[in-house]
């Protein structure tokens, strides 16, 4: 069965303090790997789109990679704005015309 | 602000009830997909529909039905609600149905079933 599980469930960071987040996926055949950036009571906002193994994809204070099990999100220097839920999701070759299958996500909370 | 315009942004309604859920996908955009996502489920794949025609189904139930409109825009339809039916309704669209495309979500629809 297609699976993405995403760690930590929550993270806290100081402002400045870099980290990463996990997503590791189970899917039959990868079509694609999204990451997105929630606030509390919007709709999730794309970042990234990873199509194979070995690309990278930066944007500000972000940068995205993936391998063949699993992608991470590295935060650089992060700002309390960066402060969100990041949800990861995979597109599997299997289950219908571009359904997305989502982690459960991880909450960031950068403090000053 | 994603192009994506979904509406009502609030609903509060009793169990039993019938309410419509209403999206307009992005200018060009041929997919319409709804998601449900709850605090215990997380987002959860519903429905897509591409260019009119349903193309893929997820976990919706058989009290939930949707469809596309010649002008692209989409409505969910949901009966009989139930408690557990409360959650946030999240509409995507993309240029095709084809893979890896990136869907762009509206603001959702927070539906509160009491």
């Known amino acids: 069965e297609d699976q993405v599980t995403q760690s930590p469930e929550a993270l806290r960071l100081q402002e400045g303090e870099s980290s990463s987040l996990n997503c590791s996926y189970t899917?039959?055949?990868?079509?694609?790997l999204f990451w997105y950036r929630q606030d509390p009571g919007k709709g999730p906002e794309f970042l990234f789109t990873?199509?194979?193994a070995g690309e990278e994809k930066e944007k500000e204070r972000l940068k995205a990679t993936l391998t063949k099990k699993e992608s991470f999100l590295h935060i650089t220097a992060p700002k309390p704005e960066d402060s969100a839920t990041y949800l990861c999701?995979?597109?599997?070759?299997?289950?219908?015309?571009?359904?997305?299958?989502f982690g459960a996500g991880t909450r960031l909370a950068v403090h000053p | 602000d994603s192009g994506v315009t979904q509406t009502p942004k609030h609903l509060i309604t009793a169990t039993g009830q019938r309410v419509t859920l209403r999206c307009s996908p992005r200018?060009?955009?041929?997919?319409v997909y709804w998601y449900q996502q709850s605090l215990d489920q997380g987002l959860q794949f519903l429905i897509q529909?591409?260019?009119?025609?349903?193309?893929a189904k997820g976990n919706i139930l058989e009290r939930f039905s949707a469809q596309q409109f010649p002008d692209l825009h989409s409505e969910l339809n949901l009966s009989s609600l139930e408690l557990g039916d409360s959650a946030l309704y999240f509409c995507?669209?993309?240029?095709?149905?084809?893979?890896?495309?990136?869907?762009?979500f509206g603001a959702g629809t927070r539906l509160s079933v009491l």
């Open positions: 995507a669209s993309s240029v095709e149905g084809q893979g890896g495309n990136i869907q762009y």
């Open positions: 899917v039959s055949g990868l079509r694609g």
């Open positions: 990873l199509y194979s």
């Open positions: 999701a995979v597109h599997p070759f299997s289950g219908g015309y571009n359904k997305l299958i």
């Open positions: 200018s060009g955009d041929l997919s």
């Open positions: 529909y591409y260019n009119g025609e349903e193309r």
